[in-house]
Structures are given as C-alpha cells and as structure tokens.
C-alpha cells in the first residue's frame, strides 16, 4: 500500500490508496487531501469511497509526472 | 451528462459525471454527496478532480444495482 505509477489513457500518474475503517473517516481524509490541493494549487484526483480514499497525483500541464508530483505525494502522505 | 450503467470488473454501476467552473465548487458538491451517503447509509464512489466530479452508484452487497441506486442518483442531483 504505497504510492505505484500508473499509466492511464497514456498519462503517467502517481496513484495511492489509503484505507479507512469507515466512510467517515475516508471523507475527513479526502477533504484534508482537497485542503492541500487548493492550498498548493496543484489538483490530484480524490476518489472517496467506504473505507478508502484513492489519491492520485500528475501534472495536466504535461500529461504526465512532474518532480512536484512526488513532492505532493509526500505531503499526502503526511496528512495521515 | 446523464446517469450511464457501466460495468466494472463485472460490477454493474450508475455513473455520472458533474462538471464545474473550479475545485472548490467541484468540493462543495462531493461533500454534499457525501452527506446524503452518510444520511441514507449508503456510499457510492465520488472521485472529485479540478472542475469534475464523478459519482457512481452501486449495491455492494448484491454486486451490481438495486432499485434503491436509482433513487440515490435521483437524490444526488437534487443536490446541484
């Protein structure tokens, strides 16, 4: 359960999943992700479901990773 | 931009996709959805990304969809 590139409609991305022992906990979680995401300016896709959160980082700009990419998903990752 | 049945990992599921001028609109309406989730006790998938975001509805006990999934995805875009 780490952060795994994934290549999606060609765009390399940068994808996570966090688990959670309900929806509630999932959603305080995503909404802490979306936080960071207008704080930075930089907008992962958050999908919230019951019990996970899916986070997934890359750079529309230039339809793939960019090294801001990896940093985003460490501060992510500090949101725990 | 209506609701689509869609088949994933031969899960039958009711997706739409609701489109916004920004992020933080597109969070407002997640957490709508969410707490409609939370108040009916029945989650679906909301993946919140810059200026969209896609919900979709699912019986997980069942595998596929329940009369009760229509009415969710009536109830969700009442919420817009």
């Known amino acids: 359960p780490d952060w795994a590139p994934m ?5 390399l991305q940068l ?3 966090y688990k959670f022992k ?13 936080e960071l995401a ?4 930089h907008h992962p896709g ?3 479901e019951w ?5 997934t980082w890359w750079t529309h700009a230039i339809g ?3 090294r801001n990419d990896f940093i985003m998903a460490a501060k992510t ?3 725990l």
Do not use: P
Not at 22 to 34: G, H, I, L, S
Not at 38 to 41: I, K, L, P, T, V
Not at 51 to 55: E, L, P, S
């Open 38 to 41: 207008e704080a930075e300016f």
């Open 46 to 48: 958050i999908l919230m």
């Open 7 to 11: 290549a999606r409609d060609g765009v």
């Open 22 to 34: 309900n929806f509630k906990q999932a959603w305080a979680f995503a909404n802490k992700v979306a």
């Open 15 to 17: 994808e996570r999943v």
């Open 51 to 55: 019990g996970k959160v899916t986070v």
């Open 77 to 79: 990752d500090q949101l």
């Open 64 to 66: 793939g990773l960019h």
